[in-house]
C-alpha cells in the first residue's frame, strides 16, 4: 500500500499580502483625492459662474437703462408750471404791497419800516376793492396749478459703501406688464447692506423741481411761513437717495463688495471722469469761477455763473462691480466696464491705454511715446 503524501495548499504570503494592501491603499487615496479634486473643482466653478452671471446681469441692465436715457435741460420742460408759479409770486408781491398802502391809510404801524407814499384815488379805489387790509377776500382759494410737474435730472452720488445714481429712461413695452406715462420711468441703483437695487418709478414729482424754481425772498420784515425759506443757491450737491423712496425695487445683486461709477467727459485740457455727477449744475464741463463776496464784481461774477452751461449728460460711465465670493465672502472679484451714452455732448470716447490706471493718470508700467493718432487716458478733475 502506497504511502500517502501530504498535498500543499495554495496561499499568498505575507509579503505578497502586505504589498496588495499598500498598492489598495495608493490607489483608494488617488480616487479619493481625484473625486476631491473635482468636487472642489466643481465648487470653485459654480462660485465663479455665479458672480460671472450676476456680473453680467448688473451690466446688461445697465447699459439697456444707461443708453435709453432721456434728458432734457432744465429750462425746456415744466415750462407752464414755472409761469403759473412766477404769476403767483408776483400777484403775493402785489398784495403785500397792497397791505403796506393799506398800513398807510389805516394808521397802522410799519414795524420799523420807512413810510410808503400817500396812495392816490385809484389806488385807494383798489384797496377798497381788495378789502381793508389788502389780502384776497375771505373764502378764495389759490387755484392749483394746471399741468404735472416732472423730473428729468440725472444725479450721481459717490457713497463708501456704494455708489447711488438714479436718471430717467425710455421703457420698452413688451405687452406683458404696465408701463409709465409716455413711456419714461425714473431708475435708481443704490447699495444698501452689500445688496445692490433697482428701483423704478414714474417721472411726475409731487412740485417743480427745485432747480427749476425757486420762490423769491420775503420782502423785509415781513412774517409769515416762508419768511425763513432758504432763498440761496443750495450749498450741497442734491442726493440722488432722495428719489424713489418709497417706490418698489428689486434685487439684482447680493454680496457687493464695490459699486463705484465714474462720469467721463471732454475738456479743452482732455478726458476727465468725475466721481459724481447732476446735470443740471456746472460743476465740472464749466465749472464756475471762484466767487469773493467783499469784490466789487461780485454780482457779475455770480451772473457769470448763472449763465454757465448745465454739464448735462456724461459722454460715458465707467461702472466697477466687486462681488464677494468664497468662503465668508471672504474673496472679491472686480468687473468693469465702460458704457456710452449716445445722446451724451461728446460724439466719440477716449481709448484709455491698458498701461494707464483710469481715473490716476499716472501709468503704472513704462508707456511708449503717444503718437498723433494715440487719444489721452481719462484723469479726475482738477479741484
Known sequence: MP?????????????????????FGIVSIAIYSTFRVGLRSYEVGR??????????????????????????????????LVRQLQFRAMK?????????????????????????????ARQRRS???????????????????????????????DDEGGDCLTFACYQIH????????????????????????????????????????????????ADGPDSGRRTEAPQTPQEADHYLEDAPRELVARDVKV????????????????PDWIAHEHRYRNPPQDLDPLDPKAQMVAQYNRSRPNDDVPAYAVVTLGLGYGKDNARTRLFRSRIRLPNSLETYEP??????????GQPTVPVPPPTPFDTPGARTPPR
Open 3 to 23: 504511502a500517502l503524501r501530504q498535498q500543499g495548499r495554495a496561499g499568498f504570503t505575507l509579503l505578497e499580502i502586505i504589498i496588495a494592501v499598500t498598492i
Open 47 to 80: 462660485e465663479q459662474m455665479v458672480v460671472t452671471q450676476t456680473a453680467r446681469v448688473v451690466f446688461n441692465l445697465l447699459e439697456r437703462d444707461l443708453r435709453a436715457i432721456y434728458y432734457m435741460h432744465a429750462n425746456a420742460y415744466n415750462q407752464n
Open 92 to 120: 403775493t408781491i402785489q398784495t403785500q404791497g397792497a397791505m403796506s398802502m393799506s398800513d398807510t391809510l389805516t394808521g397802522a404801524p410799519t414795524s420799523g419800516r420807512a413810510m410808503p407814499r400817500t396812495p392816490d
Open 127 to 157: 384797496l377798497q376793492r381788495r378789502g381793508e387790509d389788502g389780502s384776497a377776500q375771505d373764502g378764495e382759494e389759490e387755484e392749483p396749478l394746471s399741468g404735472i410737474p416732472i423730473d428729468l435730472t440725472i444725479v450721481g452720488t
Open 174 to 221: 413688451w405687452g406683458t406688464a404696465p408701463v409709465e406715462p409716455w413711456s419714461l420711468a425714473r431708475v435708481k441703483y443704490s447699495v444698501e447692506e452689500g445688496n445692490l437695487y433697482r428701483a423704478e418709478g414714474p417721472i411726475a414729482v409731487e412740485e417743480v423741481p427745485e432747480f427749476q424754481w425757486r420762490p423769491p425772498p420775503p420782502p423785509e420784515g
Open 259 to 274: 459699486f463705484d461709477i465714474r462720469y467721463g467727459y471732454w475738456t479743452e485740457e482732455g478726458w476727465f471722469e468725475a
Open 351 to 360: 481709448l484709455v491705454d491698458p498701461a494707464l490706471a483710469i481715473g490716476s
